[in-house]
């Protein structure tokens, strides 16, 4: 099924041609993505992955770790944004711990899977955030997370993140994987001021200088994130199954300019669910060659920007699979 196929579906319904505008062109990405002219975006599950970043020591967040798992419980009690936004959006959640500090307080709900890989990175401005082995422990979390969607009859997904330190993480991994310069690539997080995204971005230079251009797996091992790799093996993942993927913000796209460079191919599954107010999130985005449905100057994470865009796919699953054909109205 090729995007012209689609194009033929959408001229031949009960409406001028082009009448829907963008909405048109949105219902050609998920068709395409969903490689089917009668697209599903229901059931629909968002998957959260949490994490804590050693890089947080040099003072590159406005928060400290202990806001990871403080989130993560009012996530897991469905008082978060994420949480509310799925709930009225009818999307399923769970909560992934892919290497948090401090787990959260107990008792856990069934939607939450503690697979913590290590208690948080090493501090990526000094030494590897991680080993080998814990990317690929961290890459196979996400991976069976996607997996497990797809057997139980997912047929959209959605990941999302937590993790205090993570903008620089994604950062560095935007440097060394689009080509953008360190200061382009450093926004300002979760509330980071001038001077402290000064010092952020100084060591997202230092850590990618020290790759000296590499770009392979133990390369970007040393500047991920747990959550991050999670993602990058959960988009890997639906990839493999053909299942289409919402993308949130910067943290979620760095995941999948892994997902790329590691297994190509993984962007043919992606759609953008809105561009970030981080700086380095529309190169990323090209980078993939794909657009954001929304440019709403979002910058939360936790998959926010993905559930505000998903009544817009929806509405293009709805044109698709729910409208008539003119021929068929005798018009
Ligand atoms: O993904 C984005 O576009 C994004 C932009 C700014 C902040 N965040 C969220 O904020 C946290 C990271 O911010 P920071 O400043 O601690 O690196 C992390 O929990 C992310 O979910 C996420
Ligand atoms: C309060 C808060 C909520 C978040 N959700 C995702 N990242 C976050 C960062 C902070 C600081």
Aim: charged share 15%; hydrophobic share 50%; aromatic share 4%.
């Amino acid at each position: 099924m090729t995007r012209n196929d689609v194009h033929a579906k959408l001229d031949a319904l009960a409406k001028p041609v082009g009448s829907l505008g963008r909405l048109e062109a949105l219902a050609v990405e998920l068709a395409v993505t969903g490689r089917s002219l009668t697209p599903a975006t229901r059931p629909r599950r968002l998957v959260l992955f949490a994490a804590d970043h050693g890089v947080v020591a040099q003072g590159v967040s406005a928060w400290p770790s202990a806001v990871t798992t403080a989130m993560v419980e009012t996530i897991l009690t469905g008082q978060a944004t994420s949480a509310a936004l799925a709930t009225t959006h009818g999307v399923d959640v769970r909560v992934v711990d892919a290497g948090m500090a401090q787990p959260p307080r107990r008792p856990w709900p069934a939607h939450f899977n503690a697979q913590p890989v290590a208690p948080g990175t090493a501090d990526l401005s000094v030494g590897p955030a991680m080993s080998v082995d814990q990317f690929d422990a961290a890459w196979a979390l996400g991976a069976a997370e996607a997996q497990a969607a797809v057997d139980q009859g997912y047929r959209l997904l959605i990941a999302g993140e937590m993790g205090i330190g993570n903008t620089t993480s994604a950062a560095c991994l935007t440097h060394a994987l689009v080509g953008i310069d360190a200061d382009t690539a450093t926004g300002s997080g979760a509330g980071a001021d001038a001077a402290m995204r000064a010092i952020k971005r100084d060591i997202v230079a230092k850590a990618v200088a020290r790759l000296e251009g590499r770009t392979d797996k133990g390369a970007l091992s040393a500047i991920a994130g747990f959550e991050i790799a999670a993602m990058a093996g959960f988009y890997a993942e639906a990839a493999a199954q053909g299942v289409p993927v919402l993308l949130d913000g910067y943290v979620t796209t760095a995941a999948a300019l892994i997902a790329e460079r590691l297994c190509p191919g993984t962007r043919s599954v992606l759609i953008a669910g809105h561009l970030s107010a981080e700086s380095g999130h529309r190169a990323a985005l090209a980078q993939l060659g794909i657009s954001p449905v929304l440019e709403w100057q979002m910058r939360l994470g936790e998959g926010s920007g993905a559930l505000v865009a998903l009544p817009l796919l929806d509405s293009a699953a709805a044109l698709l699979c729910d409208v008539a054909r003119l021929a068929d109205i005798g018009a």
